[in-house]
């Protein structure tokens, strides 16, 4: 009987948040229409490295396994993607190995499972919702024209991956340590300071701009222009264009982020005179 084909991974390991990072070299056996996380679930299976050494499953995320969710991306061969519609077929078609890695943006929790608290807190930031006064029939709210759906509706295809804010040159990563008697509360608030004075990304600006392009939403349209403002702000944007090219759901980044700047700019200009 002819010999299993198998392929080499490598893997980025780490045992937790404090803990420094390795790489593990397994061997996987080859089969047809195999996606990155089939290969984790293998190795999830068979713990055992290329050398024969026994080792710990591997930590990763996943939900939908249909590039819904978002919570599977991971960077492969070192482009950011989601694992559940990465063909191991078409990676190995690139190179004769596969690298997973995780982002490199956020804190690591173990080995490929990544802290993305950072993206909700800044969707908090700009408000991305629309508020409900009650749970009583408000009536019809106002109605949408076929141009304005036009436009939002590509933006509510954002499934909150991560992946521009991951190929974001302006977007750094921030991984605090608790200090001595700090409590929980005064740890996050620190945190969410922080996150505040850094660029937040073209994430929560695509939100923000489809809810403010929303009848209702644009109500209360001047909230989310203002937590889009100041330090950190959209102004930080230095128009790489690299959260355009890595998006799995092709949302209009750059166009949002051109709406997110004129909005910010007349928001401004009438704030200033208004004083």
């Not at 420094?20 to 996380?37: K, Y």
């Not at 750094?172 to 608790?178: A, F, G, N, T, V």
């Not at 969410?192 to 929303?214: C, K, R, T, W």
Request: hydrophobic share 35%; aromatic share 6%; with cysteine.
């Amino acid at each position: 009987m002819a010999s299993e084909k198998t392929f080499t991974v490598y893997i980025t390991r780490q045992d937790g948040p404090a803990a420094g990072s390795q790489r593990e070299t397994f061997s996987v056996v080859h089969r047809p229409e195999m996606t990155v996380i089939t290969v984790l679930n293998d190795i999830a299976a068979r713990p055992v490295t290329a050398d024969g050494k026994e080792t710990t499953p591997v930590a990763w995320d996943a939900n939908c396994l249909e590039e819904v969710c978002g919570s599977c991306t991971i960077v492969i061969n070192g482009r950011v993607r989601q694992a559940c519609t990465a063909l191991v077929d078409r990676l190995l078609e690139e190179s004769a190995s596969i690298t997973l890695e995780p982002m490199s943006k956020f804190p690591v929790v173990r080995d490929l499972v990544v802290d993305r608290r950072r993206m909700f807190e800044s969707l908090k930031r700009v408000q991305a919702w629309i508020s409900v006064d009650g749970y009583y029939h408000a009536g019809p709210g106002p109605r949408m024209s076929p141009a304005e759906q036009e436009e939002a509706y590509p933006m509510s295809r954002c499934m909150t991956c991560g992946c521009c804010l991951e190929a974001c040159p302006q977007f750094h990563k921030i991984e605090l340590k608790r200090e001595a008697g700090e409590s929980d509360e005064e740890f996050r608030a620190r945190e969410a300071e922080e996150f505040n004075h850094d660029f937040i990304g073209a994430q929560p600006s695509s939100q923000a701009v489809m809810y403010n392009l929303h009848p209702t939403g644009r109500m209360s349209g001047p909230a989310r222009i203002e937590g889009m403002m100041g330090p950190g702000g959209i102004t930080e944007c230095g128009n790489a264009q690299n959260c355009a090219k890595v998006c799995p759901k092709d949302v209009p980044l750059l166009r949002a982020i051109a709406i997110a700047g004129r909005q910010t700019s007349i928001h401004a200009i009438k704030r200033w005179f208004t004083r």
